[in-house]
């Protein structure tokens, strides 16, 4: 019983396309000779046999028997992404206290419906943290609160 | 003689207070990282790449190498207590773990696994005091044509060995290697693949990509699948005596562990992953009774453990003779060393003895820090098990963007990061091994150079790197291992419905 593997084929594509963008790009650099290669020979080269590659993929796996489809979950990417952008937009903005409190609130809903203490305690607990090993102890240029 | 001089010039590197004291921490930071789920010791080591710079190199790699070995100690334990292998090799300790910590041998299972590890580990040590200083000697003849076909063998050995579609495998090496070229290319100052942006000239930090394809992909990965971890009954000491029957059958599979480890281990481009996998089978194999694997055979844990430990010292070889990682993490390490200013290579070792000496001695106090460590420890890993998922992850993704950050104090790089999290989710999802992928980065810069190198020598022609004796050994090793994945992909595969 097989079943087209879109998946599969979808990951395939994604392989031929970024083989594709890679030629693409490499073919605006001088591709030289054999003998003394050009800035773009490699990029063009990889990029060919990665075309290649997503090729074979698509063909080989196309069809799969009775397997459990792997689990995406766009929940997870989404929140987890939403919550890593949030910092790194908050933090220059507000300092790293607001955007720690909210990149783990924010990642807090891939995991399921969110209670406001135990993260808040657990952002707080983190900034602090941060705050001692990195910035007091490291100096790295992060400021915790910026009004 | 001056094997003894050398080992005097590690001794006094090693034994210092600082030295002592971040060994310490690098192994428990790694023994306490193998046992929780959902970081590895990629991950782990990325995030402390950054405290290294504070530190004297040579303290910093003894720290590093430290959450290295620790982690494979730790995933251990939680693989035998739990069924939940903390890293990729400790997968297959699951296997025959698990089943003997469900007829009440935990104790035992952690004992065997512990010692096991010792011994593999300090056979590999012997090995790479022996090896490496030779294999440097020897390497400092190689030029252009050899480095190439190395690096192509290891980079070919990375995608086909490794558990998965080689050819899956091989596209990460072509995309990572593609990725590891973006920035100025060094031989005719071109900006390539930098679309524009300012902070790609030098290209993409190599933390950054490690963090988002091994940290954040990883936390992607596992946050739908953290079950509640039961409460575990505590391990006794008394309980981790082996038996006599117990001791006599782990000798020879301990043995035929650390060789194979040691063998895996020193070939570029494969690491403790594929020496795991391959001793177990091995084990499986020559078993009179195969049928015990899997329901808590002594052999099948203790096999697997030595060429672990072994492996990883192992993978120190080519990494700091030839600077030719052997696995996704010695790529890193060798970033982190490329990071402080030091050229790792054939002229390391003649250069910087105290450092080379120095960490070696350090594996060996490290491996015993570890030996006297875990047994008393045990308990306090398994109450870190009960540590629920949804305050570890937040932390990891706290520490991943003040780590990424920090770095090069740029924003920026958080940025890269979380895309690569995001592609690094899908090629887990969609089966697509990272590891290539970061070897193929690391290498791409390199293999280039060699490549244009050898064909400027050669004017042009592919016959030089035949008649190169070394290189064409190697690319010949390399077209062997191409040819056996087209086989095995082609033959069914009979031996995995075995199990």
């Excluded at chain 2, 995309?175 to 790609?200: E, H, I, P, W």
């Excluded at chain 2, 430990?309 to 052997?326: C, E, K, R, W």
């Excluded at chain 2, 060393?337 to 910087?352: E, K, S, Y």
């Amino acid at each position: 019983m097989a079943r087209v593997n879109v998946i599969e084929i979808g990951g395939a594509l994604a392989l031929a396309a970024l083989g594709a963008f890679f030629v693409w790009k490499g073919l605006d650099y001088p591709l030289g000779s054999l003998r003394r290669l050009g800035p773009g020979a490699l990029p063009v080269a990889m990029g060919v046999a990665m075309i290649g590659c997503g090729g074979v993929l698509m063909l080989v796996n196309a069809t799969v028997d009775d397997e459990d489809p792997p689990a995406i979950s766009m929940r997870v990417v989404a929140s987890v992404t939403a919550a890593l952008l949030a910092w790194t937009l908050l933090v220059p903005l507000f300092g790293f206290v607001v955007g720690t409190i909210v990149m783990v609130l924010i990642s807090r809903l891939a995991h399921g419906p969110v209670k406001l203490l135990e993260p808040l305690t657990l952002a707080i607990v983190l900034s602090m943290a941060g705050y001692l090993i990195f910035v007091y102890g490291l100096r790295i240029p992060l400021r915790p609160i910026i009004w | 003689m001056d094997f003894f001089a050398n080992i005097e010039t590690g001794l006094q590197v090693a034994v210092s207070p600082e030295a002592l004291l971040f060994c310490f921490i690098g192994v428990t930071v790694g023994t306490f990282v193998g046992v929780l789920p959902g970081i590895g010791a990629i991950a782990a080591i990325s995030m402390s790449l950054p405290l290294t710079f504070y530190l004297d190199p040579t303290i910093g790699l003894i720290m590093l190498a430290g959450i290295f070995y620790g982690a494979q100690y730790g995933s251990s334990t939680a693989a035998i207590l739990m069924n939940i292998p903390g890293t990729a090799t400790a997968a297959v300790s699951c296997l025959d773990g698990y089943p003997m910590a469900k007829q009440g041998r935990a104790g035992v299972a952690l004992l065997t696994t512990t010692i096991t590890s010792f011994i593999g580990g300090s056979f590999a040590i012997l090995l790479l005091m022996a090896f490496a200083p030779l294999l440097a000697s020897f390497a400092l003849e190689f030029g252009s044509v050899e480095y190439f076909a190395i690096m192509t063998l290891g980079l070919i050995a990375a995608s086909s060995i490794g558990i998965g579609s080689p050819l899956k495998g091989f596209a990460m090496v072509l995309l990572g290697l593609t990725l590891g070229l973006a920035g100025t290319d060094v031989t005719s100052g071109v900006q390539r693949f930098t679309l524009g942006f300012f902070r790609l000239h030098d290209g993409i930090s190599l933390v950054a990509l490690a963090m988002g394809i091994f940290g954040i992909a990883e936390i992607l990965a596992s946050i739908k699948q953290q079950q509640q971890v039961s409460a575990l009954k505590g391990v006794s000491f008394r309980s981790m005596i082996p038996t006599r029957d117990d001791v006599r059958r782990c000798m020879w599979p301990t043995l035929r562990g650390t060789m194979i480890g040691s063998a895996v281990g020193i070939l570029p481009g494969s690491g403790p992953s594929i020496a795991t996998f391959m001793s177990y089978a091995v084990e499986k194999r020559m078993a009179k009774e195969p049928e015990r694997f899997g329901h808590g055979a002594i052999e099948g844990l203790a096999s697997p453990e030595a060429s672990n430990n072994a492996a990883v010292q192992a993978a120190f070889i080519p990494t700091l003779s030839l600077g030719i990682p052997g696995d996704a993490v010695m790529a890193i390490l060798l970033g982190a060393m490329l990071m402080h200013g030091i050229a790792p290579g054939p002229q390391f070792i003649g250069n910087n003895p105290d450092m080379f000496w120095g960490l070696i001695i350090s594996f060996w106090i490290g491996n015993l820090m570890l030996l006297v460590l875990n047994i008393p420890l045990i308990g306090i890993w398994v109450k870190m098990l009960a540590i629920p998922y949804r305050i570890l992850y937040p932390s990891m993704l706290f520490f991943i963007c003040v780590g990424v950050f920090s770095v090069n104090n740029s924003m920026f790089d958080v940025y890269v990061a979380i895309i690569f999290g995001i592609i690094g989710y899908f090629m887990i999802v969609l089966k697509y091994p990272a590891a290539p992928l970061l070897l193929g980065f690391i290498l791409g810069p390199l293999i280039e150079t060699h490549f244009s190198r050898a064909m400027l020598i050669g004017r042009g022609d592919y016959m030089v790197f035949v008649e190169s004796p070394i290189g064409a050994l190697f690319l010949g090793i390399a077209a062997l291992l191409v040819i056996m994945s087209l086989f095995r992909a082609v033959v069914p595969r009979r031996r995995e419905h075995r199990a």
